[in-house]
Nanobody
């Protein structure tokens, strides 16, 4: 079966940092684009950061310059380094895998809670 297992969430004060990890199994990882989404209470789920199978990256305007997405294909893992965290970054963060060329299913992780509070 396909699994996306997330880790690294938690409670952090404003200005702090966290690194989220998402380890994938059951897919040919190098053929998938990997995304991080987040959803805060009462808000729509939004795309935070994306990295293609070839390593190209894109970010939401709200996190650009503060967050960095990366991947390690040898470990089947995608990361989200989050710096200068703000209370408005508080959300459940989800890992998503999409086949770069289509024709296959997409998959979601279970979500991990990030809370930015003093």
């Amino acid at each position: 079966q396909v699994q996306l297992v997330e880790s690294g969430g938690g409670l952090v004060p404003p200005g702090g940092s966290l690194r989220l990890s998402c380890a994938a199994s059951g897919i040919l990882f190098r053929l998938y684009d990997m995304d991080w989404y987040r959803q805060a209470p009462g808000k729509q789920r939004e795309l935070v950061a994306a990295i293609t199978s070839g390593g190209s990256t894109n970010y939401a305007d709200s996190v650009k310059g503060r967050f960095t997405i990366s991947r390690d294909n040898s470990k089947n893992t995608v990361y989200l380094q989050m710096n200068s965290l703000k209370p408005e970054d508080t959300a459940v963060y989800y890992c998503n895998a999409n086949p770069h060329y289509g024709g296959l299913a997409s998959y979601w992780g279970q979500g991990t809670q990030v809370t930015v509070s003093s």
